[in-house]
C-alpha cells in the first residue's frame, strides 16, 4: 500500500507515529506543497494498521477563520495474492486475450481526501 500525504499552504506535519523524529518530506513538491510519501506491505491478513500525523496551522488561517482543507491524503494498494487479486471483470478482460500472449493482471485500488 501506498500512503502520499501533502499538507495544504501555511500548515506543517511536525509529527507523525511512523517513525521517530521529524517526517521528512520528498525532495520536489506538488504546485509548491511538501509530499510525504510511506510505502507499506504486508502478506495476507495484516489486521488493521494505524498511524496519526500532527499537523500544525499557520495563525494566519486560525486568526482569520479561514475554512480551509488543511491535509489531502491519498490511500493506494495493489493485490498480487488473494481472492482479492482479480475481479471478475478483470478475468473476463484477461479472458479475451489472444493464445500467444501471458497476460498478469492484478487489481489496484486508489481512494483520495481532504480534511
Not at 495484516?46 to 488561517?61: E, N
Request: net charge negative; proline share 7%; charged share 15%.
Amino acid at each position: 500500500m501506498i500512503v502520499i500525504m501533502s499538507p495544504n499552504f501555511n500548515v506543517t506535519m511536525p509529527a507523525w507515529s511512523l517513525g521517530d523524529g521529524i517526517p521528512c518530506p520528498l525532495l520536489w513538491d506538488w504546485g509548491g506543497r511538501h509530499i510525504y510519501f510511506v510505502f507499506y506491505s504486508h502478506g495476507e491478513f495484516p489486521g488493521p494498521w494505524t498511524f496519526s500525523v500532527d499537523l500544525q496551522v499557520s495563525d494566519s488561517i486560525k486568526d482569520n477563520h479561514i475554512n480551509q482543507e488543511v491535509l489531502e491524503i491519498a490511500f493506494s494498494g495493489h493485490y498480487l495474492h488473494g481472492s482479492d487479486r482479480i475481479s471478475e471483470e478483470l478475468a473476463e478482460y484477461l479472458s479475451k486475450s489472444p493464445d500467444w500472449s501471458y497476460p498478469v493482471g492484478w487489481v489496484a485500488t486508489y481512494y483520495n481526501y481532504k480534511f
